[in-house]
């Protein structure tokens, strides 16, 4: 079993910023994608950000603006967030994945205030 558990979300002003973290812990297996993804209610879950097979994807909504990087050594995958919108308002999940595996966290609420 894998937890991960994300944290740094919160308020924030448009404009402002905010940096995700999605510390995982427990068993290891060969992760095939690792990213970041967002939900609002009433529609369906979305690609924020992810590393899959050594490629960088971002939804073309958040180019230029969010950035995912991964620590190895503290098990831990990051989301910075500048130039924060009120559409970017959502609960944002972690997720990884292997060939067998897919882990979710429990998601963090991002609120962005116009």
């Known amino acids: 079993q894998v937890q991960l558990v994300e944290s740094g979300g919160g308020l924030v002003q448009a404009g402002g910023s905010l940096r995700l973290s999605c510390a995982a812990s427990?068993?290891?297996?060969?992760?095939?994608?690792m990213g970041w993804y967002r939900q609002t209610p009433g529609k369906q879950r979305e690609l924020v950000a992810a590393?899959?097979?050594?490629?960088?994807n971002y939804a073309d909504s958040v180019k230029g603006r969010f950035t995912i990087s991964r620590d190895n050594a503290k098990n831990t995958l990051y989301l910075q967030m500048n130039s924060l919108k009120p559409e970017d308002t959502a609960v944002y999940y972690c997720?990884?994945?292997?060939?067998?595996?897919?882990?979710w966290g429990q998601g963090t609420q991002v609120t962005v205030s116009s």
């Open positions: 997720n990884i994945r292997g060939y067998w595996e897919d882990y």
């Open positions: 590393f899959t097979s050594g490629i960088t």
């Open positions: 427990g068993s290891s297996f060969t992760i095939r994608s």
